[in-house]
């Protein structure tokens, strides 16, 4: 099976002002979509006929390394990030609210620990809260990696690589991190910790 740049969960010019279409022109038509070609043209050029039949996750735990692997994994990385932002951000409710104040004390120090460690990725990555058994965490990870690979559920990711912030925030980090907060779907990261 081929596979497809996936849909935005909302129109490209919807972000604005705090991520602009500008960015996601780049940022997912280019960037996300030339990881969606570049997947499909390794998995058509190998010999290996079990890959042309694997979903994403399997390819990412088979695969775990190499250009294969970076493709598939930035695909659903990508794909990931988007579905943890919408229009105007929302607030936890619910379990990932209690378990935010469990783990970290409130949900500003979350904000403020996940935005420190976000600011430490050094060149590309990306920064993650995760469910790993029944306790949550912030982890860092380089380049395409994921928490998939070490058994962690995903809940939030904010993506580091430059081309994420560059066009809207030039170098300025901590700018492109309040705006990942204006936007930031903690709705959506309550739907994964209840799975």
């Known amino acids: 099976m081929a596979f497809t740049l996936p849909e935005l969960p909302y129109p490209r010019d919807a972000l604005a002002p705090h991520m602009s279409r500008e960015t996601l022109d780049y940022h997912y038509g280019k960037h996300h979509n030339t990881y969606v070609t570049k997947a499909n043209d390794a998995i058509k050029n190998t010999a290996d006929a079990s890959l042309s039949n694997a979903d994403l996750p399997e390819l990412i735990t088979r695969e775990r390394d190499g250009f294969l692997f970076n493709q598939a994994a930035q695909i659903w990385n990508h794909t990931f990030f988007w579905h ?57 990870t380089p380049n395409a990696q994921n928490p998939l690979l070490e058994g962690q559920t995903p809940l939030l990711t904010v993506d580091m690589w430059e081309h994420a912030y560059y066009i809207d925030h030039r170098n300025a980090k901590p700018d492109f991190l309040e705006s990942f907060w204006a936007l930031a779907d903690f709705g959506a990261a309550a739907r994964r910790l209840d799975e």
């Open 84 to 140: 943890c932002l919408t229009p105007g951000g929302s607030a936890p409710s619910g379990e990932l609210a209690r378990e935010l104040d469990r783990h970290f004390g409130s949900l500003e120090a979350f904000k403020q620990q996940f935005s420190d460690a976000a600011q430490k990725v050094f060149g590309a990555g990306w920064t993650w809260l995760v469910a790993d058994g029944d306790t949550l965490k912030i982890v860092n």
